[in-house]
């Protein structure tokens, strides 16, 4: 059987140099997805609301792809991870995608999350969880109502207050991905979720992505406003800027901050700048097909491309930077990759072996 990716030995020592012994032995990665090709629509219906470079990662990623995934990537090192599906378009399969997540979490013993769509009733949307096995739910702006230009989907177009009602009286989990251009600095998704921390204090609320803030333009005044926060929680999944890293911890505390890869895309082999204000990812000329039309994306060759390494190590790289910079102790860095995410799993009802 061919391997699931390339370990090069550009990897190996990026990963002994700079994250192995950054790392504790346990990890719990919060974001994760898992689906099969056949769950995921293959002709697009709907209008476009995503960017489309992850798909260049990998068209599916099966439960036993994950678990390999983390073998090669942390040797020596357990992995927890939270699983839900991919229905990031609204013509995927989102009833088999949550099926599959949830056998597979079944199987392995693992915390997963349902993927909600917000036409789903306060009664519905509980009854699926409970069936489920759990531990809440994963929102993605996509599954807003399609008439609603892409540029101006609040929060509350796909996590409808009724929805909130029920992780608030349950006290489970919310994956959010914030919606709108300009990311964690709009001053719509700031008030909303503000509101949310207000009127819905027993649910556990993640902001995805530290807010997609992958660039410094992306932040204005946020960190500002969210320091009036107590509960909300940040996951760094898929962000690799340690000057965003160094204010959110600044901003929050240790204690709220998880951490959370967004497998399997950051198996990508890349390394991410920003130019006036936007992201780029830098990979090697060839390797993801022709990225010419995707602005997000940019073609390297010879020396440069050679020394790429993994989407994942660079993320984690730059939460040590980061947390090397602010002053960070052991026992804090252990708490973002480890404590956090088991005091929250165990908040939610599950049990870690």
């Known amino acids: 059987m061919s391997q699931l990716f390339e370990v090069k030995e550009v990897d190996r020592k990026f990963y002994a140099e700079r994250v192995r012994d950054f790392l504790p032995e346990r990890i719990i990665d919060i974001h994760t997805h898992v689906w099969l090709e056949r769950s995921r629509s293959a002709?697009?219906?709907?209008?476009?609301?995503?960017?489309?470079?992850?798909?260049?990662?990998?068209?599916?990623?099966?439960?036993e792809d994950h678990l390999e995934g983390y073998r090669l990537l942390f040797p020596?090192?357990?992995?927890?991870?939270?699983?839900?599906?991919?229905?990031?378009?609204?013509?995927?399969d989102i009833e088999a995608g949550n099926a599959y997540v949830r056998r597979s979490a079944a199987e392995h013993s693992l915390p997963a999350l349902l993927f909600a769509t917000p036409r789903w009733s306060g009664a519905e949307l509980e009854e699926r969880v409970l069936a489920g096995g759990f531990l809440g739910i994963k929102v993605y702006l996509s599954l807003a109502e399609p008439y609603i230009p892409a540029g101006e989907i609040r929060i509350f177009d796909f996590l409808p207050p009724h929805q909130l009602e029920v992780l608030d009286r349950n006290g489970w989990i919310v994956m959010l991905h914030l919606p709108r251009p300009k990311r964690l600095r709009d001053p719509v998704n700031l008030a909303q979720m503000l509101q949310i921390e207000?009127?819905?204090p027993?649910?556990?609320?993640?902001?995805?992505?530290?807010?997609?803030?992958?660039?410094?333009?992306?932040?204005g005044n946020a960190f500002e406003v969210l320091r009036r926060t107590?509960?909300?929680?940040?996951?760094?999944?898929?962000?690799?800027?340690?000057?965003?890293?160094?204010?959110?911890?600044?901003?929050?505390?240790?204690?709220?901050?998880?951490?959370?890869?967004?497998?399997?895309?950051?198996?990508?082999?890349?390394?991410?700048?920003?130019?006036?204000?936007?992201y780029i990812n830098l990979v090697p000329k060839g390797l993801y097909g022709d990225v010419s039309g995707d602005p997000n994306m940019r073609e390297v060759e010879g020396e440069e491309?050679?020394?790429?390494?993994?989407?994942?190590?660079?993320?984690i790289d730059a939460f040590r930077r980061a947390a090397e910079e602010i002053g960070l102790t052991r026992e804090e860095v252990e708490d973002v990759f480890w404590g956090n995410g088991a005091r929250l799993l165990q908040e939610v009802g599950f049990e870690i072996a």
């Open 305 to 315: 491309a050679e020394r790429l390494s993994f989407f994942m190590y660079e993320e």
């Open 43 to 63: 002709v697009m219906t709907a209008p476009r609301r995503t960017v489309t470079w992850p798909s260049r990662v990998a068209s599916s990623n099966s439960i």
């Open 76 to 92: 020596g090192k357990r992995i927890l991870p939270v699983i839900f599906g991919n229905a990031v378009d609204p013509v995927d």
């Open 230 to 278: 107590r509960r909300m929680r940040f996951d760094i999944s898929a962000n690799t800027n340690p000057w965003v890293f160094e204010r959110l911890i600044q901003a929050v505390g240790s204690k709220r901050i998880l951490f959370g890869s967004d497998l399997p895309i950051v198996r990508m082999r890349m390394r991410r700048i920003c130019e006036s204000g936007a």
């Open 198 to 200: 207000e009127r819905y």
């Open 202 to 219: 027993n649910a556990k609320v993640i902001i995805a992505h530290v807010g997609r803030a992958y660039c410094p333009e992306d932040v």
